[in-house]
């Protein structure tokens, strides 16, 4: 059974930084392409980063491109999220993502999720 678990979460302000991690179980993580995505109160979930296999190059949304770091440590199965600077309208729940690792794309058609992690940022 595939497992996603987020954390890392919390009620931050305005230019303080987070660490998300997410947590994998129940299929090869090394041979999944990985993501974060997240939605905010009344907005539809949007891509924010993603990554195939350690080494390659990352692909961010241009909102976050320069302050937001996804990384991956596939001995320990985990994904992570390093978030600077963080603004009030990065204010959202956080999922990570996960489909194999040759499927195309970065931004769609991810098979697995997790439940999410809240992330508010006050101002």
């Known amino acids: 059974q595939v497992q996603l678990v987020e954390s890392g979460g919390g009620l931050v302000q305005a230019g303080d930084s987070l660490r998300l991690s997410c947590a994998a179980s129940g299929f090869p993580f090394n041979r999944q392409a990985m993501a974060w995505f997240r939605q905010a109160p009344g907005k539809e979930r949007e891509f924010v980063a993603a990554?195939?296999?350690?080494?390659?190059?990352?692909y961010y949304a241009d909102s976050v491109k320069g302050r937001f770091t996804i990384s991956r440590d596939d001995a320990k199965n985990t994904l992570y999220l390093q978030m600077n600077s963080l603004k009030p309208e990065d204010t959202a729940v956080y999922y990570c993502?996960?489909?194999?690792?040759?499927?195309?794309?970065?931004?769609?058609?991810?098979?697995?999720w997790g439940q999410g992690t809240q992330v508010t940022v006050s101002s």
């Open positions: 990554i195939k296999w350690i080494g390659s190059a990352p």
């Open positions: 993502a996960a489909k194999p690792i040759i499927a195309n794309g970065y931004i769609s058609e991810y098979d697995y």
